[in-house]
């Protein structure tokens, strides 16, 4: 039980509390000008212990710095192209303004003065999140370890992103980048649009995840790149099976045969695993730029002949879109929120239908219509058979 006693100085009377600590050790806390403020904290101090949130002051003395080394050694589970940029965030925006500061000092109103500083250094909502998100997980360990009861960075906002516009194409839009992209290209980029994987869950594949039978691939790793490409579970750690269309039959059969279980379905021109970013720049994107650079010439000449260009506008796309546009194409073709999370190896539905909310209003729009048809048809079926039956009893 906590005790308080009264000593003096030469500035006049003070108070101390005399306290067990959670391991039994007693120690003491000394220097409060009147007996209530004494007493408040010794309250304080057994309602944390009780409740488990006690955390010793001189526990706070630790250092982000100190709290980061231990963080860096938890990096080692993450793939190694997270921990790469998780460790590039720290070294250039949290180590700089927080590592030597004791995280008993650090309140929620300094973290948010700090963001407000990045934000008026103009730096991108996004890696205005990540050096967020960094000091939020080190903190985070400081709890876990007894140095801090909370977070103060904990529900600390960063900016909102602002999204650039997605682009999906049509058929006939995949048709023509596909062709544009070439012989080693077209393949890859047919498959992406179609089937839904990321780039890296495509680079690898391997000859045995393929079943050419029931038309299916079986995702159950995915190329990364740290320095040098290695492969790593899929992003959601989940296996997941993704069937293909059958107009993709030929293609996958060219792919694997004559290939041993394990080497790459798609491969470099050497031969190689696909590295992701060697053929998003070298392959995709030339293929982009000479597809939208053709169709601004295309709706120029249709603008100047009849007034307006009649032919769809070719969208800038990302290797990623071809996945969002994969999404796009299986719910026009009727796939529900549940198939389409199935397909892209999402965590939870919930995640697809926000991500896709824009795709799923067309649905919706489209379920009125087809409600406003089969009423219809009902209401003239039943007020046929009640006239037939009227006819009948009347005769």
Known sequence: MATISKYDTKAGSRYEVRYRLPNGQTTRKRGFTTKR?????????????????????SAGRVTVGTLAESWKKSLDAKAAKTKRNRLSVYSHDVEPRWSSTPVGKIKRSHVEAWVSEMIGADRSAVMVEAALGVLRQILALGVADGNLATNPAA???????????????????????????????????LFLAYTG????????LQAQDVDLARRK???ERAVTEAGSAR???????????????????EVMADHVRGKGREDPVFTSERGTVVTPSNWRYRTLAPAVEAVVERNVKTRAKEAALTGHATTPEFPTVTTHDLRHSAASLAISAGANVKAVQRMLGHAKASMTLDTYADLFEDDLEAVATRLASQRAAELERVQTVSTDTGEALSD
């Open 197 to 204: 994987l990321r780039i890296g869950e495509a680079a690898g």
């Open 231 to 249: 492969y790593k579970a899929p992003k959601t750690h989940e296996r997941r099976t993704v069937p293909y269309p059958e107009f993709l039959d």
């Open 217 to 219: 691939i079986t995702v």
């Open 155 to 189: 529900d600390v906002s960063a900016p909102k992103r602002l999204h650039r516009a997605r682009g999906y194409l049509s058929h006939a839009q995949v048709d023509e980048l596909a062709t544009e992209a070439g012989d080693r290209g077209r393949d890859l980029v």
């Open 37 to 57: 403020d004494a007493t408040a904290f010794m309250h304080s101090t057994e309602v944390s212990k009780s409740t488990g949130g006690f955390v010793q002051s």
